[in-house]
């Protein structure tokens, strides 16, 4: 089978694209690149000892998203390119509308017209918005919070108006909560630019001295210690969890929506203890304002994915603070 990985380069598509080749799947590669680099692509290649193809260029190329499909003979998509930061999704929402939205009807079209109907298609927990109760089940109201969660509150909405227009897709939507780690090689893993947003990031940028301090944004919330309470999951599990659902659109068509995460609490204190006792590196920090925006605290309940994709999280927190430091130490 053949699987075309929108975004392959990037953190989560990386670790699939090794999931996939280790599975004897082949792979072929779009990304533009915008927050990757082509030297991944080799990178896998060492990982797995296997070949993939790759295509340098934007989804929104129609031209180039055809060739692919004239070329390859794709038998399913993962969609995974998107752009994928909150805040700057609150400054530039045109360009996150446009970027994910318009990539991704392109895609869409193109599929339709070559009759490849299966995908996979990456969501986020921040769909939830802030949720009603915990933990997060599929069917709690979804609810966006900034542009770029709406993107992909749309896009769900999209997938299911294509299936209704045409129940032969076959269509597992992913909301992943939030990933971390790397892969065990080392040779991949998060390359944030700039000032990271997300909490590892900076907890990686801190620890290998390329950031002063970590800022703990809020101690007064409804939570166990008082900080902002998350779902970590190892990225190579979400690879893993890809796989599980290219298995299940393989055998039957329809849309569904799974949690990929591992139903632990934990929250921003416990993750740095974590680290530094794994690690054996102090993390200098101190508590400032809430974030704008912020949840308290999401996670997920991972019964369905269990049941229907057979998929569960194997990998601790050890581990992924473990293998978040190790790669960032050998790639900084
Ligand atoms: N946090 C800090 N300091 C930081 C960064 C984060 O204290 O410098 C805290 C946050 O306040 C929050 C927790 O760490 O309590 C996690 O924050 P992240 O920014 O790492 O993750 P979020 O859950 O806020 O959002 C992330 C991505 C979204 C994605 C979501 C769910 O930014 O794109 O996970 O997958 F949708």
């Not at 909490?199 to 101690?219: E, Q, R």
Request: negative net charge.
């Amino acid at each position: 089978m053949k699987i075309l990985v929108t975004g392959g380069c990037g953190f989560i598509g990386s670790h699939t694209c090794c999931e996939l080749l280790e599975h004897n799947y082949e792979v072929v590669i779009i990304d533009n690149l915008s927050h990757s680099q082509e030297d991944v692509v080799d990178k896998i290649k060492t990982i797995t000892n296997k070949n993939l193809k790759f295509y340098k260029g934007d989804l929104r190329d129609k031209e180039l998203v055809d060739k692919i499909f004239r070329q390859e003979n794709i038998d399913a998509v993962i969609h995974l390119a998107s752009l994928k930061v909150v805040s700057e999704s609150v400054k530039k929402p045109i360009l996150y509308y446009q970027n994910n939205i318009e990539s991704t009807l392109t895609l869409l079209e193109i599929m339709t017209k070559y009759k490849c109907k299966k995908l996979i298609f990456s969501s986020s927990a921040t769909i939830y918005g802030n949720p009603e109760k915990l933990p997060i089940k599929e069917n709690f109201s979804l609810h966006a919070t900034n542009p770029y969660s709406s993107t992909k509150l749309y896009i769900e909405g999209i997938l299911k108006d294509l299936y209704n227009s045409d129940n032969e897709w076959a269509i597992a939507v992913l909301r992943f909560f939030n990933p971390i780690g790397s892969h065990k090689s080392y040779l991949i893993g998060e390359n944030p630019q700039d000032i990271p947003d997300n909490l590892m990031s900076y907890i990686v940028g801190v620890a290998t001295g390329k950031l002063d301090l970590l800022n703990v944004f809020g101690d007064d919330y409804n939570t166990k210690d008082g900080t902002g309470v998350r779902d970590y999951i190892h990225v190579v599990d979400l690879a893993v969890g890809h796989l599980k659902a290219i298995e299940l659109i393989n055998q039957t068509s329809g849309i569904d929506f799974y949690n990929l995460g591992t139903g632990n609490e934990y929250s921003v204190l416990e993750i740095i203890n974590a680290f530094e006792k794994v690690n054996n590196v102090k993390i200098k920090y101190i508590m400032t304002a809430r974030r704008p925006g912020d949840i308290e605290a999401f996670y997920a309940d991972c019964t369905h994915a269990k049941e229907k994709l057979n998929f569960e999280a194997t990998k601790g927190l050890e581990e992924m603070v473990r293998d978040s430091y190790e790669y960032a130490k050998r790639n900084s």
